[in-house]
Nanobody, 114 residues
Framework: QLQLVESGGGLVRPGGSLRLSCAASENISGIYIMGWYRQAPAKGRDMVATITTGGSTNYADSVKGRFTISRDNAKNTVYLQMNSLKPEDAAVYYC????????WGQGTQVTVSS
């Protein structure tokens, strides 16, 4: 069964940057869509960014121009580069992969605070 492990979260000041990584336990080259979602306290889980095997990307309006999703199939890893972070970006960030099922990682906490 596919396993996803996120890393790279932490505490950052407003305006700062973080890069999240999602390491998959299997070859991701055939996984059509991989993505990042986030969930803030008392809120639902929202799409942040997705990327297809062909490199097509989709972003939530709130992160366009600040976040960049990428995938390295050779390393079985998906990344989320987050720049110009705002307090409202604080959440638990989850990696996802869509095959015949939807797989989720355990999440990594991002805190944006001065």
């Amino acid at each position: 069964q596919l396993q996803l492990v996120e890393s790279g979260g932490g505490l950052v000041r407003p305006g700062g940057s973080l890069r999240l990584s999602c390491a998959a336990s299997e070859n991701i080259s055939g996984i059509y869509i991989m993505g990042w979602y986030r969930q803030a306290p008392a809120k639902g889980r929202d799409m942040v960014a997705t990327i297809t095997t062909g490199g097509s990307t989709n972003y939530a309006d709130s992160v366009k121009g600040r976040f960049t999703i990428s995938r390295d199939n050779a390393k079985n890893t998906v990344y989320l580069q987050m720049n110009s972070l705002k307090p409202e970006d604080a959440a638990v960030y989850y990696c996802s992969a869509v095959t015949t099922s939807v797989y989720w990682g355990q999440g990594t906490q991002v805190t944006v605070s001065s």
